[in-house]
């Protein structure tokens, strides 16, 4: 069964960077979309970004010049990290999967998630 | 962009009685690429429905999905007490490339 974990600070001050990283198991990293999503508290869901294993990124523009998306295929791992972070940035962060397609995009949904975890920022 | 509006904001049904969600998109989205998720409190989403119609691994055929275009519609047939929760569409291709409708909370009357 495949899983993915997240872990990281719970916390986080404000203009500082949020790190986060999923831990993929039980499925190599290679092969498909790895994203992250996001949820405010009472809120819905916001797309931040994907990478393919290959290293090939693509991030929701209203985000993209805090967000960095990075591999580690040799720990199995991606990582999200946002820089100038503000209480706006407050959220539960889900990493999810998207599956490539034989044309090698990606299939457009996502079938497996982690459970999430809260970031926080505040002072 | 593509804008997901979900109606209804609130449904309140009973079990047994039949859910129709309602997820109008701003602009054409091709039907290989809307799904469906349920979340319930406390929980990450659970993939229902991809392709517009089908069912992902696990879910109970009285879940269904249909549409095209810019409008898109999740069918519970016959809501069992697990079923109340909130529930997101999700188009896919248009910047950002991924997004997600409001949502529809589906709860007990």
């Known amino acids: 069964q495949v899983q993915l974990q997240e872990s990281g600070p719970g916390l986080v001050k404000p203009s500082e960077t949020l790190s986060l990283t999923c831990t993929v198991s039980?499925?190599?990293?290679?092969?498909?979309?790895w994203s992250w999503i996001r949820q405010p508290p009472g809120k819905g869901l916001e797309w931040i970004a994907y990478?393919?294993?290959?290293?090939?990124?693509n991030y929701n523009p209203s985000l993209k010049s805090r967000v960095t998306i990075s591999v580690d295929t040799s720990k199995n791992q991606f990582s999200l990290k946002l820089s100038s972070v503000t209480a706006a940035d407050t959220a539960v962060y889900y990493c999810?999967?998207?599956?490539?397609?034989?044309?090698?995009?990606?299939?457009?949904?996502?079938?497996?998630w982690g459970q999430g975890t809260l970031v926080t920022v505040s002072s | 962009e593509i804008v997901l509006t979900q109606s209804p904001g609130t449904l309140s049904l009973s079990p047994g009685e039949r859910a129709t969600l309602s997820c109008r998109a701003s602009?054409?989205?091709?039907?290989?690429?809307l799904a469906w998720y349920q979340q319930k409190p406390g929980q990450a989403p659970r993939l229902l429905i991809y392709?517009?119609?089908s069912r992902a691994t696990g879910i109970p055929d009285r879940f269904s999905g249909s549409g095209s275009g810019t409008d898109f519609t999740l069918t519970i047939s016959r809501l069992e007490p697990e079923d109340f929760a909130v529930y997101y569409c999700?188009?896919?291709?248009?910047?950002?490339?991924?997004?997600f409708g409001q949502g529809t909370k589906l709860e007990i009357k």
């Open positions: 999700q188009q896919y291709g248009s910047s950002p490339v991924y997004s």
């Open positions: 999810a999967r998207d599956n490539p397609t034989p044309r090698g995009t990606p299939a457009s949904y996502f079938d497996y």
């Open positions: 990478i393919y294993y290959s290293g090939s990124t």
């Open positions: 039980d499925v190599s990293i290679s092969r498909f979309y």
């Open positions: 602009q054409t989205v091709s039907s290989s690429y």
């Open positions: 392709g517009a119609s």
